[in-house]
């Protein structure tokens, strides 16, 4: 257990639609950061949130968006989904400023769109 | 060219046996190297840092070399235990904490 959960573990949508997971982070933890896996896949970096600022992003266009609350809670917004955006989307969390930090990830949320 | 590379597998290996995987990476700057391991389906867990000199922790070594931009992990005495994804991971370091995955190569070790 890493004391990094997600909500929620499985998602149905359909192409278009919005969808917004959550994550809550590890105690002590002060940045999140979001990966999708597609199938067969590696994880891919989408960006991370440092002092609720998004502080670094990976090649996913706008319609990805997130946010970061005081609680260094996190969540991610993805508009207008499309069939590809089918992915185990997985949430990490660490505590930046710590000699050789370290990620510690969630359960993940399965999403599928249909 | 993918980033991080490595080769998908499936290895497939008797209990006892070793069994070496390995991977190369595009951008010399990278800063940091990890193997993660990853169960079917599940996230990804930390297996262990890689470092210039070689590492071991228990039946498991990884090996960096930065000259030629590869990186390995052997396991010896493999355990049905071991079966999952093995995943080859760099950080090219700045500001986040960004880390590059390989798509992972796939270990079923057979009784």
């Known amino acids: 257990e890493t004391g990094v959960t997600q909500s929620p573990t499985h998602l149905i949508k359909t192409r278009g639609q919005q969808v917004t997971l959550r994550c809550s982070s590890q105690s002590g933890h002060n940045t999140v950061s979001w990966y999708q896996q597609a199938l067969g896949q590696g994880p891919q970096f989408i960006f991370q949130y440092y002092r609720e600022e998004e502080n670094g992003r990976g090649n996913f266009p706008p319609r990805f968006s997130g946010l970061q609350f005081p609680n260094y809670s996190s969540e991610l917004n993805v508009n207008a989904l499309e069939l590809d955006d089918s992915a185990l989307y997985l949430c990490?969390?660490?505590?930046?400023?710590?000699?050789?930090?370290?990620?510690?990830f969630g359960s993940g949320t399965q999403l599928s769109v249909l | 060219r993918k980033e991080v590379e490595q080769d998908p597998g499936p290895f497939n290996v008797p209990e006892g046996a070793t069994v070496a995987f390995n991977c190369t990476y595009s951008?010399?700057?990278?800063?940091?190297f990890f193997w993660y391991r990853q169960d079917c389906r599940k996230e990804p867990k930390l297996l262990m840092s890689?470092?210039?000199s070689g590492n071991e922790d228990g039946r498991f070594t990884a090996q960096l070399n930065r000259a030629s931009q590869y990186i390995s992990l052997l396991i010896r005495d493999s355990k049905l235990s071991d079966s999952a994804t093995y995943l080859c991971v760099v950080n090219i370091g700045g500001s986040a904490r960004q880390l590059t995955f390989g798509s992972g190569t796939q270990l079923t070790v057979l009784p």
């Open positions: 890689v470092y210039s």
């Open positions: 951008n010399s700057a990278s800063q940091s």
């Open positions: 990490a969390s660490s505590k930046t400023g710590t000699v050789n930090e370290k990620l510690f």
